[in-house]
Nanobody, 127 residues
Framework: QVQLVESGGGLVQAGGSLRLSCAAS????????MGWFRQAPGKEQEFVAA????????DYADSVKGRFTISRDNAKNTVYLQMNNLKPEDTAVYYC????????????????????WGQGTQVTVSS
């Protein structure tokens, strides 16, 4: 079992930046693939980014490439999402997720790949 707690959300103007954090409980964090997803009101959950155990494999949704950066610090049991040049369309609840599986570029973008989810943190980008 692993528990995930996101933080760092808030209200920011378009063009601004935020860094989300996701702290995980447990001593096996380094064996989990970590992902970020988001869900805007009235829309389906959307993949944002994923990172493998040691960070050697990373994938992004096309909509955030070049603006968002996922990273992890296994010593701190934390995964981050640095979000730059934010746009109003980035407004959503952002969730981190964990999967104790082998990384797969295709599968790691799917919500069903993940076993554990955080409660989410709201990101609002004003125009």
């Amino acid at each position: 079992q692993v528990q995930l707690v996101e933080s760092g959300g808030g209200l920011v103007q378009a063009g601004g930046s935020l860094r989300l954090s996701c702290a995980a409980s447990g001593r096996t964090f380094s064996t989990y693939v970590m992902g970020w997803f988001r869900q805007a009101p009235g829309k389906e959950q959307e993949f944002v980014a994923a990172i493998s155990w040691a960070g050697g494999n990373i994938d992004y949704a096309d909509s955030v490439k070049g603006r968002f950066t996922i990273s992890r610090d296994n010593a701190k049991n934390t995964v981050y999402l640095q979000m730059n040049n934010l746009k109003p369309e980035d407004t959503a609840v952002y969730y981190c997720a964990a999967a104790q599986k082998i990384y797969s570029s295709g599968r790691s973008s799917m919500p069903r790949f993940y076993d554990y989810w955080g409660q989410g943190t709201q990101v609002t980008v004003s125009s």
